[in-house]
């Protein structure tokens, strides 16, 4: 993209310079032979500011274009020029004037045919146009004609009068149509750009007041543009002399190189301070004096101005060198749109100072290039910032939706949190009404049980009543809490099953390992608290034993439980039980306990004699 830009400015301005051509011919040189003239042969005569006629003495012969400061270097007046030319044919003809500074008026033969509006101080300002005539055939005189303008200028600001074309009309007015457009509308163009992207960026500024670099670019534009209003006003308003505006102009010309420098510091993102005060001060100074002291600042523009335009040189390649060692694509474009007026004003400042005789100024065309280009780099840059700024917006919404969604989650977990509390208060009032209610029924049902005479039938029914307040109990440490480690619910069951155990001389043995934060949740505690307990009851009425052994081991994510004796095995057990059928109907609930938990259960009897029972579950759900 950056080199199709640098392709497009080269052939637009070379499109512009082959425009340029026809209007910067040499002096003498007529543009189409055989249809034109251009009278380069004229007299001159100096007179007083208001002689509304030519003196009759004192006529002396010039080459066109010819400026008077070289001859008569003190005359700020009136200077008169006689230019004759032989008409053969009855006309009309086309008459061009290429160059009258700063006002003039205009006879043909004695008639007057074009006047500026004011011919004294403060002059009108219509030396940046070429003039156009239409001379009819009432006006022309067989052979000899006369053409005799009237120039007013001063002699601080090159006062002069250019070549004079004559010929076919057609011819001649496309001869003005270039030369105006060379000095006149391009230079409107130019100070339109100028103000359209002073205000733009400006306006870009302001919404963004910390990026100063678009501030300076529109700040360079603004005086650019008043500069260029030198090239374009017909009046010197708001000034009452010709000094007052010269004096501003030149202000504007310093502001404008000021503000220039400044523009590629930022660009580069170099900051000078000191250098920068200097300048500003530089700036306010001269502006100052044009405004107090425009007698002296608008004849001695030079003094300052000339200055100034090698120091606008000197930031330009300075910048360039930059931009081609240390810069990005965006630093090199700026480059070679900086240095286009460069190259293009070493001709008009050859103009300007008098060592190139011509009355065109070619600034106006490298300038809309120039402008563009800037234009074109700062837009980009503007594009860049914004692309970035969008990227930061789409990382910043996802950061926003991530934090949405993790508050989300941590306000579900919240609720999560007060409805299992809400929930365990509800479990530990259940609790306490068991505990409170059906608990104490069935303790004082077992009191009364035991309290009875001997000869009563009720040790079947004392038994199962215990079983059944055993069971309560189980129910109670399980449900009590929602979240409790698994070491701490068998904390209850093993103090009930040692004390029931001790009871019939049986030795319980208790090996509990690595169980710190397992959490089998409510449900399958409870299954396992009670397979325990029907296997430690199967111990204490059947085995005979004299010790058991308990292991309850974590062995990564698997649960192993264990339940040993040493009594009369499980094939002279079930024997002895099968009367009963107490044997089958425990093991045949142990097993659906073990299933529920999602896990093996192993019952078999011991090589040394005795029972074994193993239990291996995975410890999650």
């Known amino acids: 993209m950056i080199r199709r830009m640098v392709r497009g400015l080269a052939v637009l301005l070379l499109s512009l310079l082959a425009t340029v051509a026809p209007a910067s011919e040499s002096p003498g040189q007529a543009s189409a032979p055989q249809l034109t003239t251009t009278l380069v042969h004229a007299e001159a005569v100096r007179s007083d500011w208001n002689a509304t006629e030519p003196p009759a003495t004192g006529w002396v012969p010039v080459t066109l274009m010819d400026q008077w400061q070289q001859r008569w270097p003190d005359h700020d007046g009136v200077v008169w020029y006689r230019v004759r030319w032989r008409q053969d044919g009855p006309g009309p003809v086309g008459l061009m004037l290429d160059y009258t500074c700063l006002a003039a008026a205009v006879y043909v ?28 055939a009432p006006l022309l005189r067989p052979g000899g004609n006369e053409l005799l303008v009237r120039v007013s200028g001063l002699v601080a600001y090159q006062p002069a009068f250019g070549t004079v074309t004559v010929g076919a009309p057609d011819a001649v007015q496309r001869a003005y149509r270039g030369a105006k457009l060379a000095r006149h509308d391009l230079q409107l163009l130019d100070a339109s750009i100028g103000l359209v992207l002073a205000a733009v960026f400006g306006l870009i500024w302001l919404l963004r007041p910390r990026d100063t670099t678009y501030g300076w ?17 017909t009046r010197p308003w708001p000034f009452p002399t010709t000094h007052g505006w010269q004096a501003f102009i030149a202000a504007c010309f310093v502001a404008a190189a000021v503000t220039y420098a400044l523009f590629l510091l930022r660009f580069a993102g170099l900051r000078w301070p000191r250098f920068e005060r200097s300048l500003l001060a530089l700036g ?41 060692r240390h810069g990005r694509a965006e630093h090199k474009v700026l480059a070679l749109c900086a ?45 860049s910032t914004m692309k970035r700024v969008e990227g930061f917006n789409a990382e910043l919404r996802h950061e926003v939706e991530a934090a949405t969604t993790r508050l989300a989650d941590t306000l579900g977990r919240q609720h999560a949190l007060e409805l299992a509390h809400g929930r365990a208060g509800e479990r530990l009032q259940l609790v306490r009404d068991l505990h409170d209610g059906f608990g104490g029924t069935l303790v004082g049902a077992i009191a009364r049980l035991q309290q009875s005479p001997a000869d009563m039938p009720n040790a079947r029914v004392v038994d199962l009543l215990r079983e059944m307040r055993d069971d309560l109990r189980l129910v109670i440490d399980s449900t009590a809490r929602e979240h409790a480690d698994l070491a701490e619910l068998l904390v209850p069951l093993r103090h009930r099953a040692t004390r029931l155990l001790e009871a019939a001389d049986i030795d319980a043995h208790w090996h509990l ?16 608290l009670r397979l ?20 309850v081991q974590r062995d990564g994510a698997v649960l192993r439980v264990g339940v040993r004796d040493d009594g009369v095995g499980l094939q002279a057990g079930e024997a002895a039980r099968a009367a009963g059928g107490e044997w089958g109907t425990g093991l045949a609930s142990m097993r659906l306990r073990a299933q529920r938990l999602g896990g093996r259960l192993q019952v078999e009897t011991a090589s040394d004699g005795g029972t074994a029972l193993r239990l291996e579950l995975p410890l999650a759900a």
């Open 109 to 136: 033969n004695g008639s007057l045919v074009d006047r500026d509006p004011s011919l004294v101080e403060p002059l009108s300002r219509y030396w940046h146009s070429p003039r156009y005539y239409l001379v009819d």
């Open 217 to 233: 670019y529109a700040l360079n534009g603004l005086f650019g543009m008043l500069y260029a209003s030198n090239y374009i006003v």
């Open 284 to 324: 306010a100074l001269v502006f100052a004096a044009a405004l107090l002291f425009p007698g002296w600042m608008g004849p001695h523009r030079n003094a300052y101005v000339v200055p100034m335009i090698g120091f606008a040189y000197l930031m330009s390649l300075a910048f360039a060198v930059f931009a081609f």
């Open 513 to 528: 390992t690595g169980l710190e934060g397992v959490d089998l949740g409510s449900g399958r505690s409870l299954d396992l």
């Open 339 to 383: 240095l286009v007026p460069v190259l293009v004003s070493l001709h008009d400042l050859s103009v300007y100072l008098g060592w190139f005789r011509g009355s065109a100024y070619l600034g106006a065309f490298g300038s809309p290039i120039t402008l563009l280009g800037m234009g074109f780099v700062l837009a980009y840059r503007f594009a």
């Open 532 to 551: 325990l307990q029907e296997a430690l009851t199967n111990v204490f009425k059947h085995s005979g034993a004299g010790r058991v052994d308990v292991h």
